[in-house]
Structures are given as structure tokens and as C-alpha cells.
């Protein structure tokens, strides 16, 4: 991809904003209302209301589940993915969403993969039906809340999401989504170097890695 660089292994590309909003700083219950706005109507995402004081937070297993892994693992990832495909931050932790019904799919792909049945182990994990992830918010001027959820890849208003969502493709691949059996591999893999790592059993190493 035009525009790679040489960074750190434990570098992730910075956030891209897909737009300008334009707007100054608004008190946080009307920015709550706006990104709720966004997600519902705009892209058509189920949320969960917020706690005063707490964030929106988005309902998983209904137009999408949720892989997350450590930022560095995921970093490898992002190659996998196609340029519309979602990716959010936080903590630490990055989240790629992928078809909706995959959480289901992870444990056995896992053991198809010979990747065992540990998951846990690996630092990986699955959302699906029942659940939800803080929303990242809005693209846009301002910068978010130290320890908010950030877009690294945002949706884009008006297009259906699930088109770019890594899928099995032998159950009813959509388009040229990407495949998530060889998403699942890459993070399994990167995941397991990540352990490695920590343990002092693999030594840091650089890595070319391509812009988001």
C-alpha cells in the first residue's frame, strides 16, 4: 500500500479520520445524543443506552461480532482486512469485527486451526449475541477521553457494513469479504508470539508494517 513506513513492532497506525464534523466542544450529554444518533441512524447499529457518566456501548452478535486482541497482534491483521473493514482501540486492545455468528465459529476454528482448544491462553476473544463493547466515538476535531474507544478504521455513514466483514466463505461469503479462517490464523499466530514475547522467549523484532 502507498504510503508504508518502517515502524516498531509495538506501533499501531493512527486513527483516520474520515470526515470533519466541523463542530466546537458540546456539553457531553448532547455529544452522548449525537454519536447514539450516528450509530443508529446513520449506520444502523443496535446500542445500549447509556449510564450517566458511563459510554454508549454497541450490541454485538446482530450486524456484527467482535474479535479482540492485543494492539500489537492485531496490527498483523489489519492486512487481512479490506480498507472499509472496521477496527476500533482501547486500552490497549484492538477489535476487529467480523461477521456476525463468528464467535460462535472461533472455538472450532481454533481446533481446526491446531491451535487447541485455549483460547484464553492466546489473549483472544470473541463477541457475539449477547454482548457489547464500548462505542468508540466519532471521528473527528477534539481527540477522545484518555481510555475511550477509538475508530484505528471507522465505518463509513450509508454503507452496509457487513459487505467488509471478515466471513467464512463457505457459508455464504458476501462480495469480496475477507476470509476469517485466515484472520483467525494471523491473530491466533501474532497472539502467540505476543506470549512468547512476555515470557522472554522470542526477542522483539522490527516489522514492516503497512499504513491502516
Known sequence: MAGTA???ASTVPHPRSPFDSGSAVVPEAR?????RHWYEN????????????EPLRLVTGVRFDVLEVPAR???RALGQLTPG????LQDG?????????????LPGLLDWLEWGAPALALDLRALGAGGALDAPVRPGPGGPVQGAAVWLRPPESGCEV???????????GVG???DLVRLVNTVATECHRVRLRRAGREPEDSQTLASS
Open 31 to 35: 455529544q452522548s445524543d449525537r454519536l
Open 73 to 75: 497482534a492485531g496490527v
Open 85 to 88: 473493514s472496521p477496527v476500533a
Open 6 to 8: 518502517p515502524l516498531t
Open 176 to 178: 469480496n469479504a475477507p
Open 42 to 53: 446513520d449506520l444502523g447499529w443496535a446500542t445500549v443506552p447509556a449510564a450517566p457518566g
Open 93 to 105: 486492545r484492538m477489535r476487529l469485527l467480523v461477521a456476525a455468528g463468528s464467535a460462535e465459529e
Open 162 to 172: 457487513e459487505a467488509s466483514l471478515p466471513t467464512l466463505s463457505a457459508v455464504g
